[in-house]
């Protein structure tokens, strides 16, 4: 039987809309740096020539947001998640992504080991623009688009799950949009 493409309750689009808290942190190739800190081997900084130095990885996946638009076919490169955190030889199960805006999301380190989980800094070809989280944002295609923490500025390990904003607010812990995981009580 032939999978479904587009996951129940949601619809597509072709636009990418913008969807955060309207906090714009305006980062740079710059100024930009990412902390790998928390339940770790080795606590490190990656600026942007340190993330360029990194295999560089382009992928095609579909990205769906809770509020139920879904976009297809979506061309993103980046270095893979699970390049970035073996090098700070990460020790707890569990990670909470730290947005420059404030934002912060919580996902068990292995979902960011999975070979499509991107720290991304370029879609469709072109720089990842400020709205869509430039210079750099995660990708995690196989959960909704809140768990996708834009303006990636630290990935912190821990020995237990700690729920981020909206988790913390009713959405789903796990977030699997083919399960319809959006809301906590569902
Ligand atoms: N730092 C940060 N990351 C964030 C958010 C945010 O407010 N701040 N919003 C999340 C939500 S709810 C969604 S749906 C996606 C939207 O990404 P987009 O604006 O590029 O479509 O970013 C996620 N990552
Ligand atoms: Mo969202």
């Given amino acids: 039987m032939s999978h479904e493409r587009v996951p129940p309750g949601q619809r597509t689009v072709d636009n990418f809309p913008v969807l955060d808290l309207g ?5 740079t190739h710059d100024n930009w740096q990412l902390r790998l800190f928390g339940l770790v081997g080795r606590e490190i900084v990656l600026d942007w020539p ?10 095609r996946f579909d990205f769906h947001c809770v509020t139920t638009w879904s976009q297809l076919d979506m061309d993103w490169e980046g270095v893979l998640a699970r390049d970035v955190i073996v090098l700070a030889a990460p020790q707890g199960a569990y990670v909470t992504l730290h947005g420059a805006d404030g934002y912060t999301t919580n996902l068990p380190t292995g979902a960011l080991l999975d070979d499509d989980v991107l720290v991304a ?3 469709a070809d072109a720089p990842l623009a400020d709205g869509h989280g430039g210079p750099v944002r995660l990708m995690v295609p196989k959960r909704y688009g809140w768990k996708s923490a834009k303006w990636l500025t630290g990935i912190e390990f821990h020995a237990e799950d700690r729920p ?3 988790e913390v607010r009713g959405y789903h812990n796990e977030a699997d949009p083919w399960k319809e995981e ?5």
């Fill in 23 to 27: 906090v714009r942190p305006r980062l």
């Fill in 50 to 59: 340190a993330l360029l130095a990194l295999p560089q990885r382009k992928t």
């Fill in 121 to 123: 800094h370029t879609f």
């Fill in 164 to 166: 981020g904003y909206w």
């Fill in 182 to 186: 959006r809301y906590s009580n569902d």
